[in-house]
């Protein structure tokens, strides 16, 4: 059971333009969501995060925006810069999910000069 | 602070061998978490442990087993090998994993190819 989606598999922007990454989620229970960064031959990167009981989460470049009754999450980074570009992940946490992370497919994000 | 480090960085074994793959948490950390990221799976948890005792396990056959020292120090082993298990093995750690969102350190993973 696919219990996170990332139905975009890559996202290309120009330098200076915003990004926004969207992930969806079966499971209302979940307390917490998590963004991880991921580039090439190396392991993902924390982030940020959000906590079920807000609506918005921010820091620096990087927001993510929780629509519970969509059941939706986004991230944008503004401005976004080429190092952005790498492999996106969203990750529900809570329940018994000790150490547990359920990784959506993922998205390629290419930001360009 | 020394990150998550995992050994080897690569290796290559035959179908039907079997492998141990290393982690060594970062200093403090008592959970340790193991992931599988291929290609066409992404990245799938395998086990989390925490003082030895494996908390949560996740839909891998038991040709995939783990386990914790009491420095917190954790291996990996895959035995049997079959051509699919072919990815990169990456290994977290944390605190204590609450539930509460608390996030995961990676290291860089261990890169296997089965032949």
């Known amino acids: 059971d696919q219990q996170v989606k990332q139905n975009s598999p890559s996202l290309s922007v120009q330098e200076g333009r915003i990004s926004i990454l969207n992930c969806d989620y079966t499971?209302?229970?979940?307390?917490?969501f998590l963004w991880y960064k991921k580039y090439p031959a190396e392991g993902p990167t924390f982030l940020i995060s959000?906590?079920?009981?807000?609506d918005k989460n921010e820091d620096g470049r990087f927001t993510v925006f929780l629509n519970k009754s969509a059941k939706h999450l986004s991230l944008h980074i503004v401005p976004s810069q080429p190092g952005d570009s790498a492999v996106y992940f969203c990750?529900?946490?809570?329940?018994?999910?000790?150490?547990?992370?359920?990784f959506g497919q993922g998205t390629i994000l290419t930001v360009h000069p | 602070k020394a990150g998550v480090t995992q050994t080897p960085r690569y290796l290559i074994k035959t179908r039907g061998q079997q492998v141990t793959l290393s982690c060594s948490p970062i200093?403090?950390?008592?959970?340790v978490s193991w992931y599988q990221q291929t290609p066409g799976q992404g990245l799938q948890f395998l086990f989390e442990?925490?003082?030895?005792?494996?908390?949560n396990k996740g839909n891998f056959p038991g040709r995939f087993s783990g386990r914790q020292f009491s420095n917190s120090r954790s291996e990996m082993n895959v035995s049997t090998l079959e051509l699919g298990d072919s990815a990169l093995y990456l290994c977290?750690?944390?605190?204590?994993?609450?539930?509460?969102?608390?996030?995961?350190?990676f290291g860089s993973g261990t890169q296997l190819s089965v032949l």
């Open positions: 977290a750690s944390s605190l204590v994993a609450t539930t509460y969102g608390e996030k995961l350190f």
């Open positions: 499971n209302s229970m979940f307390d917490y």
């Open positions: 959000i906590s079920s009981i807000k």
């Open positions: 990750s529900p946490a809570g329940g018994t999910s000790y150490g547990k992370l359920t």
């Open positions: 200093s403090g950390h008592r959970s």
């Open positions: 442990y925490f003082s030895e005792t494996q908390r």
